[in-house]
């Protein structure tokens, strides 16, 4: 390279002012490249209109004792649970080193690390409400009047994962209990799923 | 190209035209005048058919193009209007879908072929390396091509394989919400895999380009693997392989055509007459049988590796079966070529056949259920070889092949006496 700008000549000396030059220019014109390119791959990320719709409210009046519903959201079933005091004192009783997944799996009221214990999984013991996707490769298993699985909660019917009523993964593939979506009760009888109490107050969201 | 050229223009036209792009001489010495070993088996035959199928699912795909929605409230609807009311709908739809499982055939038939013969070996690694890269394009566009439908089948099948990305370690969330461009498989995703579908054939057109200028570099290889010596060891393409490449063709397409015709559902899902449903997953979701034996080692991977969990090891184990073709040119050890001179090698190729066979039957069926029965439990329930037992076995040999016999065998095998040209090969004179 140096040879031919006839600068300093051989090989082993100090590098010229042209080799600075065309280190330089190569250089900014790398970076030019990589700034060029982002737009075109952060464009494929979620846009604003999808981002807004990250947040539903829903009535749950009508959800009664030992019936579940499943609601969408973000695109995804979300279930909601109204547990009889049976149905939990079962799931309490599940002494929390049989779990697979000893993680409470809800960053709600500051449990985010807190074990899976059922009262980590739940803001109100009777209502269990947790995102409707299979940890494993994400199928939407089976609840209430269809097939509860071998542990009275859910049964993913892809490869198998058994769910406990606490929506623990008990047995098969699935690595993780069922995830529990930020939410909080608006009213006694309405909850607000995809918002934490912080973030509807940052929002603006303001509890009704 | 191998050789000078022997290509002379005769008109003042072609003349001019060759003095200014001479490509009626590149195509003159790759298609005309192109020394082609003698003695070429049907095998060889496919790379022709590829062709013709990249040449129809394009065609076939602009067409459908310009009658498809990609909505999610609409795909699935404008896919039916195609079938019954555009006219001629039913015909391309038909070619369209069936034309990917004819592809897939014909690819796999070329591979193999590759394996047997030894087409990946010196000076061939960069032609083999190409062809990979041409597999792994097909295998995105087959994937993104069957989500459009908008079936259940389509949909849950892109949920099942876009979550495989969500078990990367960390970036696994972020990267999977980049690919969805929302919170789950939606509209988002169909547009852009519709997008991503319509392109991603013109870049395989382009990898074929190089694909084949690697292939005019060495020349074909041959049956029994011997490098051409002489003139006398080859034949013009044409006409001795336009015809046979012709011939085999036309018998390929008459098959196809009976699958156009009288069978265009006997490939598909018949859970993909339906429209997707984001809140109800089918009872058993399966991808597109040219990809089943790589569903059946995800799912082998049932236990965890030192820190590697089963899931993100299932992961690797499919993408690690298709990646260890790019390093197979090293991986082989023996300087013979055709499996014809490796007596035990070839024993453990037709067995590696049969292990990929295995593992699309594996793929197919429920991890749980029995290969075969041996015997009930005290409960009554029948116990025996359980499919994902039978696809563990199988992904083990599989990678084995790979790791073990191809390194091994090329090191203690003693192969059998070649011929000493092709050309002797093909007369039966004296051996060396």
């Not at chain 2, 795909?61 to 039913?90: C, N, Q, T």
Request: with cysteine; glycine share 10%; proline share 6%.
């Amino acid at each position: 390279m140096t040879e031919q700008n006839g600068a300093l000549g051989e090989l082993g000396q100090e590098p010229s002012r042209r080799d600075f030059i065309y280190i330089a220019a190569t250089g900014a014109a790398a970076m030019g490249a990589g700034l060029a390119i982002w737009p075109f791959i952060d464009q494929m990320n979620p846009a604003a209109d999808t981002r807004a719709l990250g947040s539903i409210r829903v009535d749950i009046s009508a959800v009664t004792d030992g019936t579940e519903i499943t609601v969408m959201w973000r695109g995804g079933p979300v279930f909601i649970r109204h547990r009889t005091q049976a149905m939990i004192d079962e799931a309490r009783a599940v002494p929390l080193n049989v779990l697979v997944d000893d993680v409470s799996r809800n960053r709600n009221a500051g449990m985010e690390n807190a074990s899976a214990a059922d009262q980590n999984r739940v803001l109100r013991a009777e209502y269990l409400i947790v995102i409707g996707i299979c940890t494993h490769l994400g199928c939407v298993p089976l609840g209430i009047g269809v097939n509860m699985g071998d542990y009275d909660g859910w049964y993913c019917p892809c490869h198998g994962s058994h769910y406990d009523g606490s929506a623990r993964i008990r047995r098969g593939p699935a690595p993780e209990n069922l995830a529990v979506p930020d939410y909080y009760f608006e009213t006694e009888t309405t909850v607000k799923i995809g918002l934490s109490p912080e973030e509807a107050a940052q929002s603006g969201w303001v509890a009704s | 190209m191998s050789g000078p050229s022997t290509y002379e223009p005769k008109t003042g036209f072609t003349r001019w035209m060759d003095a200014r792009l001479p490509i009626i001489r590149l195509g003159y010495d790759s298609f005309v005048d192109f020394p082609t070993p003698r003695n070429l088996n049907y095998w060889w035959t496919f790379g022709g058919i590829l062709a013709i199928f990249l040449v129809i699912q394009i065609i076939s795909g602009v067409v459908l193009a310009m009658h498809y929605i990609p909505h999610e409230s609409m795909a699935f609807d404008s896919l039916e209007r195609i079938r019954r009311d555009v006219k001629f709908g039913w015909l391309i739809q038909s070619m369209h879908a069936n034309g990917a499982s004819f592809f897939f055939v014909a690819v796999y038939i070329h591979m193999f072929r590759g394996l047997y013969y030894g087409s990946y070996k010196a000076p061939r690694e960069i032609l083999w390396i190409l062809g990979v890269v041409i597999y792994l394009l097909m295998m995105a566009t087959g994937f993104m091509g069957y989500v459009l439908p908008w079936g259940q089948m389509s949909y849950w099948g892109a949920v099942v394989i876009t979550n495989l990305i969500g078990a990367l370690p960390f970036i696994g969330d972020a990267i999977r919400e980049w690919l969805w461009g929302g919170f789950s498989v939606g509209q988002a995703t169909l547009s852009r895999f519709f997008s991503l579908h319509y392109l991603l054939p013109f870049v395989i057109a382009a990898v074929v380009a190089l694909h084949l200028w690697a292939l005019h570099v060495p020349g074909n290889g041959n049956p029994v693997g011997i490098e051409v010596k002489t003139k006398k060891d080859t034949l013009p393409f044409h006409p001795f392989y336009t015809v046979k490449d012709g011939f085999a063709i036309v018998v390929y397409l008459i098959i196809f055509a009976t699958f156009v015709f009288f069978l265009p559902n006997a490939l598909g899902h018949t859970d993909n007459f339906i429209e997707a449903n984001p809140l109800s997953t089918p009872s058993h979701i399966v991808p597109e049988w040219y990809y089943l034996p790589f569903y059946a080692i995800l799912r082998a991977i049932t236990f965890d590796i030192g820190p590697i969990d089963a899931k993100l090891g299932g992961v690797t184990a499919m993408f690690g079966a298709i990646l260890i073709l790019f390093v197979l040119p090293w991986l082989d050890t023996s300087k013979v070529r055709s499996m014809r001179f490796r007596p035990v090698t070839r024993v453990f190729f037709i067995l590696f056949l049969l292990a990929c066979l295995g593992l699309g039957w594996c793929g197919a069926n429920n991890p749980d259920d029995l290969v075969f029965t041996m015997g009930h439990n005290a409960e009554g329930v029948a116990t025996g070889l359980k499919f994902v037992w039978f696809a563990q076995f199988l992904t083990f040999y599989y990678f084995a092949y790979f790791l073990i016999v191809l390194p091994v065998m090329g090191l203690i095998e003693k192969p059998l006496d070649r011929p000493v040209s092709i050309e002797a090969a093909v007369l039966g004179t004296a051996k060396a």
